[in-house]
């Protein structure tokens, strides 16, 4: 599904000024350095996945999540809907058109660094559009810290709040966060927020844990029974 035309412009025009962009992997792709990658899925995709920022592979192949950290996604959707191991790289392109996938910023940073507050809160009226106008969906696994907390960008005090309360909770793994995204015209949407570990090899501390971790995710909020409905 693609943006609409209007919003996908003002992508573009943000990007045209945005310092930072990984050029040299976007010309070694051949890629669009201006072009938002958001794999959008179906409108009604009854999940969706919200990271940090693409990586050189979703660059390459112009979908989010999936390089390392986004296989290790993709393979759990697979082994939750038809409970065997995910045979190979086309399966996880196939399996991640049942989800929808966005991140803070669209656009790959030099050296992987994450995105600056000041280039988040840029974006953040444009991702909040794609939330709320492009996905009917309101379930939501955040992976890591910064996609988690991307949710008070912008937001009133007590949103912030909320947000920086549930994520210093020993269960924040387990248990989920209901908060409000508004946009500038007063239109907002409630979303449910299922917080995660960002998936990348480079997070030691729970890199291992992760495929658990994201099992019971998927178990809890009955993530199979949808998808095999959506397939």
């Known amino acids: 599904m693609p943006l609409d035309e209007s919003l996908h412009a ?3 025009r943000e990007a045209e000024r945005l310092d930072g962009v990984d050029l040299a992997v976007y010309e070694k792709h051949g890629r669009d350095p201006h072009e938002p990658i958001i794999g959008l899925g179906p409108r009604d995709a009854p999940i969706g996945f919200f990271g940090r920022d693409p990586g050189e592979q979703e660059v390459r192949w112009g979908e989010p999540f999936i390089g390392a950290g986004g ?8 082994r939750a809907i038809h ?47 794609v939330l709320i106008d492009h996905w009917h969906g309101r379930e939501l696994i955040t992976l890591g810290r910064e996609a988690f ?41 409630e979303f449910r927020l299922s917080p995660l570990p960002h998936p990348s090899p480079l997070n030691q501390k729970w890199f291992k844990r992760f495929p658990e971790l994201l099992k019971a995710r998927l178990e809890a909020l009955g993530v199979a029974g949808l998808l095999r409905q959506a397939d």
Do not use: C
């Open 71 to 78: 296989q290790k996604v993709r393979e759990g959707l697979y």
């Open 149 to 189: 907390l991307w949710f008070g960008i912008n937001q009133p005090k007590a949103v912030r709040q909320g947000l920086e309360d549930f994520w210093k909770r020993e269960d924040r793994f387990e248990e989920s966060h209901t908060t409000t995204l508004a946009l500038v015209d007063g239109r907002k949407a």
């Open 83 to 129: 409970g065997t191991a995910l045979p190979d790289f086309e399966a996880s392109r196939e399996i991640g058109r049942l989800a929808f996938w966005a991140n803070t910023v669209p656009y790959k940073p030099i050296g992987n660094k994450a995105w600056s507050m000041a280039v988040k809160k840029r974006f953040q009226p444009l991702m909040a559009q």
């Open 10 to 12: 003002a992508f573009r």
